[in-house]
């Protein structure tokens, strides 16, 4: 059949043209359900498949088999009999002795039909088109069950107009219907090209697509484009507009539509959203967004949104903007949290720009660019302000400020000084009525954040300098301004005046309710704490603000908030993962990283993340996954390929000299990589800039590299000088570490007493402030001297055995995860005090529970050291016992020690 070529709306819904439905009734030919329900909206086709289904079943069956009913939605019980009396008239099958019709039963009139001779062969085929939900659900119900009455010798076909199921449920969850809704019926990419091939006579993928996703794949709305093909699209899409009017809107009251129109603002969202909008109790909201899938929105199952339909969304639109334009300023406000983020509509958002002289416009921007800068959110305020005509936001100065601001933090520096010109000169030319004084400061901030994220970047006492130049200015950007400065001074170590700057910081985006912010000062300030010796308050007061950020993020529900919430526990999370890390705790410092570093990444917060990421370079080294820490260096590096004056090539050489010494590897091609500047470093030089982390990680590089050459004394130097300096800075941590190394170089250069004596030091420390990472982390090589130490009990009185049982522990497994082979000596020692074991009786096993016997193990940790059971323990000192002839466990230390098993403790 050829179709005409042009098709107005009401042809268009009809069942006159041809559609390729053999899809849908071959699925419905070989089902073996009862009853087959076709239901959706106008326009879906369900005639012509109830026509297809007609014709297929005439060509199978006997003509008295098959019967077609066209009703309409007026037609009531009595139209239905009188049309099925009809037919049994034409065939004659009206018994001659029956009461009148009025009296005689559906089931009857269907019992005569399905003519009990033959209906164990070819049941009778009824197919009922053109009833509606609403209108005849009695009709429908009555219907449904009469066929089922019979016992399969009826299969029922109905084509049935329905929006919004209204019929009792149990009728939708038997087993014996097949149920085909708009989902089903829609065209798939397959019939649409087919359907182009037939109308027009060719079809190109891009147009198929382009149609598909224009029309959700609605039968009559394909068909209205196709007949209309070579009309302009403003045409096309009043046609469609009309279809929508004629077909869907009779559905709905105004309250329906008004809150549709409202929700179409968004092209996605989600629950909260949609409550938020509608101004509806969440579980109402969800309850009712049901009712429109899958004709208006289409639920994502991935993520929770619901996606509006590309045909129905531009309709509801302008539905807003002609009948319900004075709730626009209302209904705007309550969809501001989502403004320029993607589930907002491109014409919701041209409409508001367009609206940007006006107040609630202006403010509403104004608000959302306050809002994205409080969450460093630069990338949003840039796609806003550039909607905006560049005329319009030169007028609006505070959009206009941050923009530029968010020029600066993407590193478009140049684009930033151009724009800021722009408004300088804005304000010569045009009159200027606001407070002028703020106006210079706001400028002068954003060219000092200029100068400071300039590249290649300034060094670090220019950029302190240029902080502190801003820091008395009334600009929108002093929470930016303290917040750099805090972390500058705590760049490196840990003094008074950064845990003031910390401290300041604190209190101002506090009283600006700028989470992010706060919680990112906050985890500095405990680190300084950490570094400083007070471990537990730092890790107590770091876990409890985390487990804070949960509470609050189960009792919100604005996106702002969330979004703040999600980020401020991602930096929690990282700087707690940081501290735990330095207790030896991998595990859960690994798994603290995991979860923030993806939320970290996806923010602009460069500096965080990157910082994450050497966490994490920290972690796989320690686990002896070398090659996963290469690669993480070399994402960094790709993320951050301008490092100039930022530490961060000198925190990589140094990260990538630990991977080379951990592969037995020179330590030179990290310093040739990075441009080690070697001329430049002297003692004179080491730690001159107190601001500059740069510094003491090339100091670190040197050290190594001169250890490397065996330049013990140059090294002992610059240990000690650095020394002095983590001991004048009050930092802990870096106070070991400088220990360490001036201990190993000392018992390389024959020092022994003061090499044990630094070690001891540095024990202690470890000991009473858990720094254990700062002891295992041998990047030096002092390991040698510390396994020489224990081998000779050379550590002081003062370090309890339950602390040197679990560093022994703890070295074991870092050597075994590097493949590090112990020094000769420790090796030798052990293999002459297990042969004195073996002269005794005692077993391998047996000599290594009475070695964690001797540390001052119990039960319990022994056999978790030795991974057996509990009772295998006691075993084993029992035959300990028998074979030594003690009596206890002190016994069996003391007259172990006699015999050359352990050392003295």
């Known amino acids: 059949m050829i179709l005409p070529k042009k098709k107005t709306v009401e042809t268009a819904t009809g069942s006159d043209f041809l559609l390729p439905r053999s899809r849908l009734t071959n699925k419905i030919l070989h089902a073996k359900a009862d009853t087959i329900w076709i239901g959706s909206p106008k326009g879906l086709g369900k005639s012509v498949l109830i026509h297809q289904l007609h014709k297929s079943l005439l060509e199978r069956l006997p003509s008295n088999r098959v019967i077609l009913l066209q009703l309409t939605h007026d037609n009531d019980l009595v139209d239905l009999l009188a049309a099925l009396n009809q037919v049994r008239d034409h065939l004659n099958l009206r018994p001659a002795a029956i009461p009148t019709a009025a009296t005689e039963s559906l089931t009857d009139i269907l019992d005569t039909l399905a003519d009990k001779a033959s209906s164990t062969k070819h049941p009778l085929h009824l197919l009922v088109d053109g009833l509606e939900t609403r209108l005849n659900g009695s009709l429908i119900h009555y219907l449904t069950q009469s066929c089922h009455a019979l016992s399969g010798r009826v299969r029922l076909y109905l084509g049935v107009d329905n929006f919004v199921p209204l019929l009792p449920n149990a009728l939708f969850l038997d087993q014996r219907h097949l149920h085909l809704d708009m989902q089903d019926l829609r065209m798939n990419r397959e019939e649409l090209n087919d359907y182009f091939q037939l109308h027009l006579g060719d079809s190109s993928e891009k147009e198929v697509t382009r149609v598909l996703k224009k029309t959700d794949g609605i039968p009559s709305a394909i068909a209205l484009l196709l007949d209309n093909y070579d009309e302009s699209v403003a045409h ?32 996605e969202f989600d629950v909260n959203q949609a409550s938020q909008v509608i101004g509806v109790p969440p579980t109402e909201t969800r309850h009712w967004l ?9 639920p994502r199952e991935d993520n929770g949104l619901f996606v509006w339909s590309k045909l129905m969304q531009p309709f509801f639109f302008n539905l807003m903007m002609e009948r319900y334009k004075d709730l626009l300023p209302d209904i705007f406000k309550r969809v501001e949290p989502w403004l320029a983020s993607s589930n907002t509509s491109d014409r919701c958002m041209d409409y508001i720009v367009a609206c940007i002289e006006k107040p609630w416009a202006c403010d509403m921007l104004r608000s959302r660019c306050k809002t994205w800068y409080g969450q ?38 140049s684009d930033a000084r151009s724009w800021l010109k722009e408004v300088e000169r804005s304000v010569d030319t045009a009159p200027f009525d606001g407070n002028l004084s703020a106006l210079k400061d706001n400028i002068a901030v954003l060219n000092a954040l200029a100068s400071f994220f300039d590249m290649p970047r300034p060094p670090c006492s220019v950029r302190v300098g240029l902080l502190e130049s801003c820091m008395n200015r009334a600009s929108l950007f002093q929470g930016e301004i303290l917040s750099l400065y805090a972390n500058m001074l705590h760049a490196v170590g840990t003094s008074d005046v950064s845990k003031n700057a910390l401290k300041q910081a604190i209190n101002f985006h506090e009283g600006n309710n700028n989470l992010p912010h706060v919680s990112h000062a906050k985890m500095l300030l405990w680190q300084c704490e950490y ?47 940081e501290l735990l890390y330095e207790r030896n705790e991998l595990s859960q410092a690994k798994a603290l ?43 960094i590096k790709q993320r951050v390929p301008n490092r100039e004056n930022t530490s961060l090539d000198a925190i990589l050489c140094f990260e990538s000299m630990r991977i080379l010494r951990a592969q037995g590897k020179s330590v030179l091609p990290a310093a040739s990589e990075y441009g080690m500047d070697i001329q430049h470093l002297s003692v004179e030089s080491l730690f001159m800039d107190q601001y500059s982390k740069e510094r003491l990680y090339w100091i670190k590089c040197y050290i190594m590299m001169l250890i490397e050459q065996k330049n013990y004394t140059s090294a002992l130097i610059y240990s000690v000088k650095g020394l002095i300096k983590s001991l004048g800075a009050n930092d802990h941590r870096c106070r070991v570490l400088f220990s360490n190394v001036k201990a190993f170089c000392e018992f390389k250069l024959n020092q022994h007493a003061d090499a044990f004596s630094s070690m001891n030091i540095s024990m202690q420390l470890v000991q009473k402030h858990q720094f254990i990472r700062a002891l295992l982390n041998d990047d030096f090589g002092w390991s040698e001297l510390w396994h020489h130490m224990d081998d000779r009990q050379e550590f002081g009185a003062e370090l309890v055995p339950s602390f040197l049982s679990e560093m022994r522990s703890c070295m ?21 005090r297990q042969e004195n074991s073996r002269k005794l009786g005692l077993t391998d096993k047996e000599f290594e529970i009475l070695t964690l016997l001797a540390e001052g193990l119990c039960n319990k940790k022994i056999a978790s050291r030795s991974e057996i059971a509990l009772t295998t323990v006691k075993w084993h000192l029992q035959n300990i016992f028998g074979k030594l002839q003690a009596r206890n466990r002190t016994e069996a230390v003391v007259k172990a020690q006699e015999h050359a098993i352990i050392g003295k403790i």
């Not at 990338?379 to 505070?398: D, G, Y």
């Not at 497994?813 to 020692?829: A, G, M, V």
């Open 812 to 832: 074991m497994t870092r050597e075994q995860n590097l493949n590090i082979t112990p020094p000769p000596q420790s090796r030798q020692d052990t293999m002459v």
């Open 236 to 267: 096309q899409c009043m046609l469609l507009t009309e279809w929508i009017d004629q077909n869907l809107l009779c559905y709905l009251d105004p309250m329906e539509m008004a809150r549709l129109a409202g929700l179409s603002l968004l092209s």
């Open 593 to 635: 990283y995991e979860e923030a570093i993806p939320e970290l990444v996806n923010s602009d917060w460069s500096y965080v993340s990157v910082i994450a990421h050497i966490g994490m370079i920290h972690l796989y080294i320690s686990e002896g996954s070398l090659e996963k820490s290469l690669q993480e260096i070399e994402r």
């Open 290 to 298: 049901q009712h429109y899938i899958p004709l208006c929105f289409n």
């Open 376 to 413: 460093r959110d630069a990338t949003s305020v840039i796609q806003l302000a550039e909607r905006i005509p560049s005329s319009a936001r030169l007028r609006q100065r505070e959009i206009a400020f941050y923009y530029c601001w968010a020029l600066i933090i993407h590193k478009r520096i």
């Open 531 to 577: 570094n400083q010796g007070n471990t537990d308050t730092a890790l107590a007061e770091a876990q409890a603000y985390l487990s804070s950020l949960h509470t609050l993020n189960l009792h919100c529900s604005d996106s702002d908030e969330l979004r703040a919430l999600a980020l401020s526990t991602a930096m929690i999370k990282a700087g707690l993962a």
